[in-house]
């Protein structure tokens, strides 16, 4: 597939810059390398810059930095300070967490090696040889060594190198963010060579975060009183019913790669998650069923959960979000039996376990939702069962669980549960996800 610029993030945004003397919508494109404005969405899509009105390179950004209101931010440089209006405040936690100088890697923070050489791009029409670079953490190719690149990527911790593919015993596939690139090297020492390039520059990357995620990692420094603040004042704390906001977290690029499993991407499923747990509507088919199917939805969660430990944190600030003061009643008990399932048989990752905690506790404390207080104290009791067993939960344990849940939900009929897995329902683990 061609990348030609691979793009980080693009939208309409007002801007003003001098002489701008009211609000212009601009359609702002943004790359690892660059950020360019257009008149229109139809000019901004085909990424020409001759077409642009306007271009700053992102090395020159100094600070990327919320603006007086909740939706602008400004870009400052050396020379200028440039002041962009979003349409929400969460598409500008967005585009300051793109922009944010040190996002994305650099040559003085990526892998020091320095790789190039003849590559075989295997695409779905058609087979070319490509003289491939990989510099400063970042991966592009052009038709022949002397030419200007065609494509290039920015490469972070979130890529990745999948071994095998699809040409030969030689290939393999760079996973990015908006492509698979399906390789194949000359020889055994140049496929080694590039293997391990790209590796070390994934590795040794900036990493990425979001907007999310750094309110996450905050938690864990605040007192009681700082932390009643941020529960009441900051939006990402609230619940919203647009998908616009998810992932919450960064996630893997690429599919999720389990046998026998009907999984797609790692942001695929958090958004279908996140829409099953959002859902009004009743008629809706969701993947992970909706208020309307409680024993798909719990079953199709907790399931995901245990068998993918890499999105358990992604599930679980979904749930904070959705269990929320402000969260409508409409499917809130059935959201709140899913956390309670998921801290008594898939506990949440250090990562996030600051984050569920102080939720618990501020939702224990409000006497003015007796019922979210019950459930969030049984969450409580969920995680403390949790950390003093000595086995995983069986299947079974699980189905038992999921069953006494749905019996509670009122108006919910029992059925036969759609939880099934092999072995015991916590088999699948992940060094890099240990529970708390």
């Known amino acids: 597939p061609s990348l030609q610029m691979e793009v980080l993030k693009q939208g309409y945004l007002g801007m003003h810059r001098g002489v701008f003397k009211t609000l212009k919508d601009r359609w702002v494109v943004a790359t690892p390398t660059r950020l360019a404005w257009y008149k229109n969405k139809s000019?901004?899509?085909t990424n020409d810059l001759?077409?642009?009105?306007g271009v700053l390179e992102l090395s020159a950004v100094l600070s990327c930095a919320p603006g007086g209101d909740a939706k602008s931010f400004t870009v400052t440089t050396a020379d200028l300070s440039m002041v962009f209006v979003a349409r929400s405040s969460e598409d500008r936690d967005s585009w300051i967490?793109?922009?944010r100088p040190g996002t994305h890697a650099t040559a003085a923070?990526?892998?020091?090696?320095?790789v190039e050489g003849t590559l075989t791009l295997v695409g779905s029409v058609d087979v070319s040889k490509r003289w491939c670079v990989l510099s400063?953490?970042?991966?592009s190719h052009s038709a022949k060594a002397d030419a200007t690149a065609e494509a290039e990527v920015s490469l972070n911790g979130l890529c990745s190198v999948l071994q095998g593919g699809k040409g030969a015993s030689l290939a393999f596939t760079l996973v990015t963010q908006h492509a698979r690139l399906n390789l194949v090297a000359p020889s055994q020492s140049e496929y080694d060579r590039w293997l391990s390039g790209l590796q070390d520059a994934i590795e040794m990357a900036a990493p990425v975060s979001t907007p999310f995620q750094e309110l996450t990692d905050s938690i864990a420094t605040l007192d009681a009183e700082e932390l009643q603040r941020l529960f009441a004042e900051n939006e990402l704390l609230r619940f919203s019913g647009s998908a616009d906001c998810v992932p919450l977290l960064a996630l893997p690029y690429g599919d999720i790669s389990r046998p026998q499993s009907s999984y797609g991407s790692f942001t695929r499923e958090a958004k279908e998650v996140w829409l099953s747990l959002t859902c009004s509507d009743?008629?809706?088919?969701n993947m992970y069923g909706s208020p309307a199917q409680p024993l798909k939805l719990l079953s199709s969660v907790v399931k995901l959960c245990l068998e993918v430990p890499l999105i358990r944190s992604e599930v679980y600030c979904q749930l904070v979000k959705c269990t929320a003061p402000n969260a409508p009643a409409e499917g809130l008990a059935l959201r709140w039996r899913t956390l309670v399932l998921l801290c008594t048989y898939a506990p949440p990752a250090r990562r996030v376990a600051a984050l569920v905690e102080a939720h618990l506790a501020r939702s224990i404390a409000d006497k003015t939702r007796e019922d979210s207080a019950e459930m969030a104290q049984a969450c409580v009791d969920g995680l403390m069962h949790a950390r003093t067993r000595d086995t995983s939960p069986t299947a079974k344990e699980v189905e038992a669980a999921i069953a006494a849940h749905l019996n509670a939900l009122p108006g919910a009929s029992g059925g036969s549960a759609l939880f099934t897995t092999q072995g015991t329902a916590a088999d699948s683990s992940d060094a890099n996800d240990t529970s708390c």
């Open 43 to 45: 000019t901004g899509e």
């Open 97 to 99: 967490s793109t922009l």
């Open 282 to 285: 009743g008629s809706a088919q």
């Open 50 to 53: 001759a077409a642009s009105s």
């Open 109 to 114: 923070n990526a892998s020091a090696a320095h």
């Open 136 to 139: 400063g953490g970042v991966f």
